[in-house]
T-cell receptor
């Protein structure tokens, strides 16, 4: 039982390049989330998926797209990376109720030059 | 809209001393409160949560937190810290009807010194 896995762990991009961050969970959770973590700002929600086939914007969605490929997988795409997207990205999952615990992956550290 | 304020960005403390990490929230509706911990180079994991009932909540690793509705606070405490408690601690809220979207505070870095 691996929980929430993310790939890659580290990535360096040049401005304008694109990439996809992958996330998978094996807990049969309905809901999945993408956050970014920046110093002094805590975690901010980028997008979330309440269930397979649905996605919604969070607090900071600009510059990102997501795909809920199936119940297990939720990917985050940067179409044209910008230095402002340098951050640590976390994927999380939960059953979906507002009282539920969210389970986090180990994170992806992205640097955009 | 909800918001969370963690009053200290960094808290240095000596091993075996008590510690309190402060969290205040703002919301016009009932909230559910969480504390998560992030050890160096890892993802977040749940320490404890308050949903209803007793205002004193016990979590993992000897931590506890008290929900105070009148002061809109949810402070985290531990009577005696260990070096291994060195980590970043995040307070978060969710609300009924707000799906499971958590609003996080900025975090408090706890540094335990020998």
């Amino acid at each position: 039982n691996a929980g929430v896995t993310q790939t890659p762990k580290f990535q360096v991009l040049k401005t304008g390049q694109s990439m996809t961050l992958q996330c998978a969970q094996d807990m049969n959770h309905n809901s999945m989330y993408w956050y970014r973590q920046d110093p002094g700002m805590g975690l901010r929600l980028i997008y979330y998926s309440a269930s397979e086939g649905t996605t919604d914007k969070g607090e900071v969605p600009n510059g990102y797209n997501v795909s809920r490929l199936n119940k297990r997988e939720f990917s985050l795409r940067l179409e044209s990376a910008a230095p402002s997207q340098t951050s640590v990205y976390f994927c999380a999952s939960s059953d979906g109720d507002y009282t539920d615990t969210q389970y986090f992956g180990p994170g992806t550290r992205l640097t955009v030059l | 809209a909800q918001s969370v304020t963690q009053l200290d960005s960094q808290v240095p403390v000596f091993e075996e001393a008590p510690v309190e990490l402060r969290c205040n929230y703002s919301s016009s509706v009932s909230v559910y409160l969480f504390w998560y911990v992030q050890y160096p180079n890892q993802g977040l994991q749940l320490l404890l949560k308050y949903l209803s009932g007793s205002t004193l909540v016990k979590g993992i690793n000897g931590f506890e937190a008290e929900f105070n509705k009148s002061q809109t606070s949810f402070h985290l405490r531990k009577p005696s810290v260990h070096i291994s408690d060195t980590a970043e601690y995040f307070c978060a809220v969710s609300t009924r009807g707000g799906y499971n979207k958590l609003i996080f505070g900025a975090g408090t870095r706890l540094a335990v010194h020998p």
